[in-house]
């Protein structure tokens, strides 16, 4: 069980049988009084996001949370389907669980992990950075580059990012999952 002042950003725990990731925490004590812990917390089930301040003797239980390592197989936009690289299992997740941001950066045969509770996947964690192909951008016009200058791409998943003017269809670039931004160029 986790006291007040042992909770921590970062750490899973149980409130009502659900999981829960703490994302920002808080511990102040004034005076005579007990100390007080101001959260904010991600419920692991639903995505819901929740601010909860715990007071006193409050005790949290330890949520068994932990990683696997899968491969995405394919989505047709309401499932996806995953494969566990060590038993080759392989299971769906729906769209909710994933999340409307996750799906614009997954690609056929890409690795991440997985989030499961109590065995059980309940969500993925992207990787950082993901390597996608350009399906479609309109062509760089020399001289057009006084401002750095950058334009609208499709990539293979049909998201949309704005890259530089040099890069051209056909090449894969490197994209930051957490700000949807373009880093490089691959190849």
């Known amino acids: 069980m986790y006291s007040l002042a042992e909770i921590k950003t970062g750490i899973a725990v149980v ?6 990731l703490i994302l920002r925490s808080k511990f102040s004590k004034q005076g005579r ?3 007080v812990t101001s959260t904010k917390m ?16 409050d005790k949290l239980e330890p949520a068994s949370v932990g990683y696997r390592h899968v491969q995405y197989l394919y989505g047709d936009g309401e499932s996806f389907t995953f494969m566990n ?26 690795e991440m992990d997985v989030l499961t509770y109590e065995e059980r996947p309940i969500g993925i964690k992207l990787p950082v950075t993901v390597d996608l192909k350009i399906d479609s951008t309109t ?3 020399k001289g057009d580059t006084a401002q750095g200058g950058s334009k609208p791409a499709t990539l293979e998943n049909g998201t949309v990012i704005q890259v530089p003017l040099f890069v051209n269809e056909e090449e894969t670039v490197r994209v ?7 880093v490089e160029r691959v190849s």
Request: glycine share 14%.
């Open 15 to 20: 409130i009502d049988g659900d999981p829960y």
């Open 33 to 35: 009084q007990g100390g």
């Open 42 to 57: 991600k419920n692991l089930k639903t995505g819901a996001t929740i601010q909860k301040t715990f007071q006193g003797n």
């Open 85 to 110: 690289l060590d038993s080759y299992d392989q299971f769906s997740l729906s769209d909710k669980e994933i999340g409307e941001d996750a799906q614009k950066y997954l690609a056929d045969g890409m």
């Open 139 to 141: 062509p760089g016009v």
């Open 176 to 182: 930051n999952t957490e700000r949807g931004e373009y």
